[in-house]
């Protein structure tokens, strides 16, 4: 049996929400080894207190999960983990290896292993693998799904990943180790209607080819599912044993499969569970119909997130989102006369956008009557479509990557004609614009529960309007 723990590093940027992708990996391996989970985010895992962890706890194998944005305060963790325990076999997961698998021993030559994809199937097999033998053949190496290795000359080698057919099979998180009920407010936006609140996954994998889209290299292209049955079973596990009263359903497709969701509903239904439910995540306005949108109200949803991207129908067309501007308001209007809350994402400064596009996102989002608004700035994510067409034309230097930038607020990229400070104060001019109209703004204020709801959205508030 191995001592294991798995991590995700800390981060101001990030969103403090349940990591229950590595809730995933631990059900998968729990079985046969002792697991633990460490959430940097939650608590505020610098690398004093995690140095000291590592003094007091001694660990087999220590998994942690990366995100591009993570990169540089991970190297922190990746060479204090070497310094204090040497014998400790670090392995690296998540969607930075998953998107740029070929890079990743340049960035951390400190570990030993990664996984690209969805590693609940490898990481079991390659724990049987160090259980058995004390060095791992090249041959058994070769049989771990998804692997990032280097070989005996120091050449990286990237295994097949290998999704999952049936979901059921993975089971549902170890939410025992992950203990949603003890997380703060709001794990998206600032906004929610009950709490506590968990997060859950229903479907995986994205069939589509948005070009600034890392989707499909994380969990495959094609879409697939878990029997309604088992979500109900995990979301009665939530509710009755965490006291978890909304769910947020994080899904990248959740509404592509109709009569899965049809029998979402229902079942949530029947079961007369005191429960609201969201899509903070994003779904596909062009899977939504009147039918579809009531029986989701009627079983819990009151809130939803849509990408609607741009309002420019050929920056649409070069993003290959496969919706125009048209359906794009035919289907928000549907959401609107349900009663339904409707938050719209938007990107701007898009490799082939103009200015006029971006003032023309800024006018359509006002236009669509939607009550939240987010607008992100464009980054070249590693591996994506658009990214690899950059960086053919010469148009990313790779030496000033600031990887800490690669989130929603910040600019690390800006097209042609536009400085990234100009970008930056366009981006800004969204928000101003679309959120201090009358209307959006005291509903804004209207929706505060308390005086610590009130020092998250002023914390967050700050977040996305001047930084």
Sequence with gaps: MLRVLLMKPYSEADELI?????????TAIRAKHEVKILDGVKEKLTLVKFKKILEREKFDVIGIQIFTFHLNAAKGYVRLIKEASPETKIVLGGPHPS?????????????????????????????DLMSEEKEISRPALLTVPGLIWRDENQKTIVNSPLFAEDLDSLGYPSWDLLRPDNYPLAPH??????????????????????????????????????????????????YHNYGIREIHIEDDNFTMDR?????????????KLDITWTCPNGVRLDTLDKELILAMKNSGLYSISVGIESGSEKILRDMRKGLGKEKIKEKINLLREAGLEVSGFFIVGYPTETKEDILATIAFAKELGIKRAGFSAFKPFPG??????????????????????????????????ISKNELKNLRRRALREFYFRPKIAFGFISEIKNFKHLTLVAKRSYRWFFK
């Design 18 to 26: 349940p990591p229950f992708g590595l809730g995933y990996l631990a």
């Design 99 to 127: 998107c740029d698998p070929e890079n990743i021993f340049s960035y951390f030559p400190e570990i030993d292993w990664a996984f690209r994809g969805e590693a609940e199937i490898g990481l079991a097999r390659l724990l």
């Design 189 to 238: 936006g600032a906004f929610f209607k009950n709490y506590p609140i968990a997060p859950i996954i229903i479907t995986r994998g994205c069939p589509f080819s948005c070009t600034y889209c890392a989707g499909p290299l994380v969990s495959g292209r094609k879409i697939r599912k878990r029997s309604v049955g088992l979500v109900i079973e995990e979301i009665k596990d939530l």
């Design 259 to 271: 009569n899965l969701v049809l029998e979402f509903c229902q079942k949530l239904e029947e079961n």
């Design 384 to 417: 994506t479509e658009i990214t690899k067409y950059l960086a053919e034309r010469g148009e990313l230097d790779k030496d000033k990557e600031d990887w800490d930038k690669y989130v929603l607020a910040q600019v690390v990229y800006a097209p042609p004609g």
